[in-house]
Structure formats: structure tokens, C-alpha cells
């Protein structure tokens, strides 16, 4: 599969507990994206990669969250001392810098916290 | 901040009926994304306008940008059951990607 992978698919956690989730992108992809969506609503922005370095992050994304991409390649995305409020997909997408910057996403990461 | 709508919010169609969305953004985009996700699925990549009042079409789909490059259309005609989902427009001002409200689309078969 050359595709966007996600692990893990769903993580249950209990309040206050850290998460890391990560993110494979395509593997010539040099643009990587994170965002949140809860149900009925579009994809939040996050922050966007481009190589290894991070060029952009959301004000939505509180110090609680941190993102990494250290060698250019896949990248985790940690939330600290996880809220309730927190519970959302969380999706990677991945692009090559082309014409189009279409963006391929992942199946995403389901976050449920208790 | 920067905004993207969408109306309407929910569309149920007839099989056979034509289907538009409509996006606006509280600014203006360098270019102007579609996608579309399936119920329990992720965001697929339709087509992107670049420029000032833009009109794509893949077959039943027609896209248009406005020339002012702050609003877009997705039109679909005679719509099928394969076209149910959520229609997102997304844009760049910038290295941060705003993806609008997105309009969901039944169709009654």
C-alpha cells in the first residue's frame, strides 16, 4: 500500500494521560498536515511540515500539542494531558509540491477521551 | 480570522436532481480546493482553481471560481447515489489550509 497510514486506527485513553499518534505519508510526498475533525464539521488545521521543518501551526494547537517530523519523513503528533474536548479523528495528509498540492489523507487516527 | 463557509449545510436530492454547494471565504485564496468524504471515510482530493473566475468540469461536476477568488461553486448534475458525501472547498492563504463547512449531499434513490 502506498498510501497514507495512520497508527493507531483508535486510541481510548483516560483523561490526563499523554497520546502520540503518527503519520507515514507518501513516501516522495515532501508536505505533511495534520488536522482535527470532529463530527459534522470539516478538517481543523493543525500544523504543516514541509521536510523536516515545521513552518506553520494552528492557535488551535496549545502548547498541549506538539508535532515532529525529525527526519523528514513520517511524523508523530503528541497531546499531553489529554481533555475530553480532545476526542476527535485526527487525519495526516501528505503532498508533493506539484501544480496541483493535492493532498492524500490517511485513514486517520479515532481519539476518544474518557 | 480566516473564515470558509459553506451553504447549505445539508442537501437531500432526488436521484436524478442536480445538487450545488457554495463557498465563501472572509478572504482571498491563491487557489481553491474541492474534496469529498464519504460517510466514515477520509477527504478525497476532487480538482483545484487557480484562477480568477475558473470554471472546471469532470463530468457531471461543474466547478467555478469567482473572480473575486473569495467564493467558489461545486454543481453536480442528475446526481446518483454515488455522489452521497460531504463536499469540502479548502484554501491556502498561506501555509495554513482552511477547509470550509462543508455541505452534506443524500440522495433519495
Known amino acids: 500500500d502506498t498510501g497514507v497510514s495512520q497508527d493507531p486506527r483508535h486510541k481510548i485513553t483516560k483523561r490526563g494521560q499523554n497520546v502520540t499518534f503518527r503519520c507515514d505519508p507518501i513516501?516522495?510526498?515532501?508536505?505533511l498536515y495534520w488536522y482535527r475533525q470532529t463530527l459534522g464539521q470539516g478538517p481543523e488545521f493543525l500544523t504543516y511540515f514541509q521536510n523536516e521543518a515545521q513552518l506553520e501551526k494552528s492557535r488551535l494547537l496549545s502548547d498541549r500539542f506538539s508535532a515532529e517530523r525529525p527526519k523528514g519523513s513520517f511524523s508523530t503528533l503528541e497531546i499531553q494531558r489529554t481533555e475530553q474536548g480532545d476526542s476527535a479523528m485526527y487525519l495526516c495528509?501528505?503532498?508533493?509540491?506539484?501544480?496541483?498540492?493535492?493532498?492524500?489523507f490517511g485513514p486517520g487516527t479515532r481519539l476518544t477521551v474518557l | 480570522g480566516q473564515q470558509v463557509m459553506q451553504i447549505p449545510q445539508y442537501q437531500h436530492v432526488q436521484e436524478g436532481e442536480d445538487f450545488t454547494t457554495y463557498c465563501n471565504s472572509s478572504?482571498?485564496?491563491?487557489?481553491i480546493q474541492w474534496y469529498k468524504q464519504r460517510p466514515g471515510g477520509h477527504p478525497v482530493f476532487l480538482i483545484q482553481l487557480v484562477k480568477s473566475g475558473e470554471v472546471k468540469k469532470q463530468k457531471r461536476l461543474t466547478f467555478q471560481f469567482g473572480e473575486a477568488k473569495k467564493n467558489s461553486s461545486l454543481h453536480i448534475t442528475a446526481t446518483q447515489t454515488t455522489d452521497v458525501g460531504t463536499y469540502f472547498c479548502a484554501g491556502p492563504p498561506g501555509n495554513q489550509f482552511y477547509f470550509g463547512t462543508g455541505t452534506s449531499l443524500t440522495v433519495i434513490p
Open positions: 513516501s516522495e510526498h515532501n508536505r
Open positions: 495528509a501528505s503532498s508533493a509540491v506539484t501544480v496541483y498540492n493535492e493532498q492524500f
Open positions: 478572504t482571498t485564496l491563491s487557489n
